[in-house]
């Protein structure tokens, strides 16, 4: 086997080999993924089947739109949700799936991560259903049951369960936005999955993810189109903030650490296992100045849990909820971004979601050379508009002089960034498109 080929399976899958292998053949991915003409086929005979269900929707007086949702952190869909339970068209439900479904993660940790989301979707108000029926242990078959005319997926991966697979709704209108910000050069994976072809909308954050998917995508981003990322339209619309920081005796900055989940895999840019105790050092240290809190991506515990154990991983996690001065954020984070007064971090969305505040914010650099190779151009651009640090005296560096004696000099050439490529031009926000898109579409 050549290494081209050895690089395509490794590019095809998120999880374990033997995980991936049985997903892949499962649904026909694995061979669909290795061979453009194949793949090719499968598009446009879904296709022909998503253009007759348009047909079909344009005479239909309300059109159910399912949004599968499994981590409330990657959850970037509440205005446009907001904006179809107002209209008449539409009928919006949220459905709560479960999340990191492979051989070695838990049912247990799925199952808690599902009894969170649901308390989230719950308290902001949504019209939801839980795809896990406690009393008989069976899971949702959204097609069957609900039978939606558009589906919106949170997540391109297949860490859920089959049920909740683009395969299953594939007359359906199908439709993503990506759930982070994609600042990285993983072009395959986040543009040429085969998941990203078979959709029928991809929505794209800025023309530059428009470009990729026309560049990197088996169909040439036919389906890609440039409306803005639905995540940010809370930090750049006036959107009130609740202050969700823990009392304090005395008003002290507050400070966002971001870690990635990607400790020993292909990505290989967090620096969790390296700076973990020394974060909680600096937060002891400046109790009296500032508070912290804890922003881990949702798969470091997943990660740590087969690394540490239980034990270990979860004493780490409740220091951090413990501490005076510090605090655990998992889910939903656009109150803790606008409340915020800076950031550190070393995920590459955040490169992107974070600037959007306008505030300073510094990247923790494991390997420079690494970092920049693995952004993509876009990506590359807000990184050198960060602070960096590399070691713990430039994280307390940045703590001292830009956070805490308010020495931001790099204010102005992020605004201007700001101003020029990323606030929406025609003052029309990222949902308003998508729905446009959609109401144009099926009358």
Request: glycine share 4%; hydrophobic share 35%.
């Amino acid at each position: 086997m050549n290494n081209n080929l050895l690089s395509k399976i490794k590019g095809t899958f998120e999880s374990s080999l033997i995980d991936a292998i049985h997903k892949f053949i499962t649904f026909g991915d694995f061979f669909i993924a290795l061979s453009p003409r194949l793949l090719k086929l499968k598009v446009k005979q879904i296709r022909k089947k998503q253009e007759k269900t348009i047909k079909q929707l344009k005479n239909k007086e309300k059109i159910k739109t399912v949004f599968l949702i499994q981590t409330h952190s990657t959850w970037k869909f509440d205005k446009l949700y907001r904006l179809m339970e107002k209209s008449e068209k539409f009928e919006p439900l949220v459905v709560v799936c479960p999340y990191c479904m492979h051989f070695r993660y838990s049912k247990k940790q799925s199952l808690k991560m599902l009894e969170q989301t649901e308390n989230f979707v719950k308290n902001q108000g949504y019209n939801f259903i839980s795809s896990y029926n406690k009393e008989t242990g069976k899971w949702l078959n959204v097609r069957k049951t609900i039978n939606p005319d558009v589906v919106f997926f949170t997540r391109p991966y297949k860490d859920t369960l089959p049920n909740y697979y683009i395969h299953k709704f594939s007359d359906k209108i199908t439709c993503y936005a990506n759930y982070g910000f994609c600042c990285i050069n993983s072009y395959r994976l986040n543009f040429n999955l085969p998941f990203n072809n078979l959709l029928y909308h991809f929505f794209a954050e800025t023309d530059y993810q428009k470009e990729f998917a026309i560049k990197y995508s088996t169909i040439k981003g036919a389906n890609a189109i440039t409306t803005g990322f639905p995540g940010i339209e809370p930090l750049i619309d006036g959107h009130t903030p609740e202050n969700i920081w823990k009392p304090q005796n005395k008003t002290k900055k507050k400070i966002i650490w971001a870690p990635h989940h990607s400790l020993n895999d292909f990505i290989n840019t967090s620096n969790f296992l390296i700076y973990c105790d020394f974060m909680l050092e600096i937060a002891k240290k400046y109790e009296n100045e500032i508070q912290f809190a804890f922003k881990p991506h949702p798969v470091l515990k997943f990660k740590l849990l087969n690394l540490w154990g239980e034990e270990k991983t979860n004493n780490y996690y409740n220091i951090w909820n413990n501490l005076p001065n510090t605090q655990i954020e998992e889910g939903y984070y656009i109150d803790l971004f606008l409340t915020s007064d800076a950031m550190l971090h070393d995920c590459a969305s955040f490169t992107a979601e974070y600037f959007h505040t306008l505030k300073p914010v510094a990247y923790i650099i494991k390997n420079l050379e690494n970092n920049i190779k693995q952004l993509n151009p876009f990506g590359e651009k807000l990184f050198n508009l960060h602070y960096h640090v590399y070691n713990q005296d430039d994280i307390e560096g940045f703590i001292q002089n830009t956070v805490l004696q308010n020495n931001d000099t790099m204010f102005n050439r992020r605004k201007e960034f700001f101003d020029e490529c990323l606030y929406p031009k025609d003052g029309i926000l990222p949902s308003q498109k998508i729905l446009n898109v959609l109401c144009e579409e099926l009358g």
